[in-house]
């Protein structure tokens, strides 16, 4: 049977062909799922009033402000590309750490 090991996420995967009944299904990068889940839930404490700018929130949870800054910058990601995340099937090589680097502030990009 054709297959290739690969590195996703820091975990090594077995690759097989598509449509194969042994082939894994995707999973969701679950560290850039829980980001995704903190950065919409900061916005909306943000824009609730909850705490009246970044330095208060980030107080208030625990951590530092330039964290809470970059995590924060996932709520502007299009909507696709949370949409990909969310069910696994981001662009091979997209991550956290990625992310919070090159984050585009232009949807098509």
């Known amino acids: 049977m054709p297959m290739r090991l690969y590195r996703r996420n820091g975990r090594q995967t077995l690759l097989t062909p598509e449509g194969h009944k042994c082939a894994p299904e995707r999973q969701a ?40 800054a970059r995590i924060l910058k996932l709520t502007g990601l299009a909507p696709d590309i949370v949409e990909a995340i969310l069910a696994g099937k981001e662009p091979e090589g997209v991550s956290l750490r990625r992310l919070q680097k090159e984050l585009s502030v232009c949807w098509g990009e």
């Open 29 to 68: 990068n679950q560290p850039l799922v829980e980001a995704l889940a903190k950065a919409h839930r900061w916005q909306e404490q943000l824009e609730a009033g909850e705490h009246a700018n970044i330095d208060d929130l980030a107080k208030a949870i625990g951590v530092d402000r330039t964290y809470a």
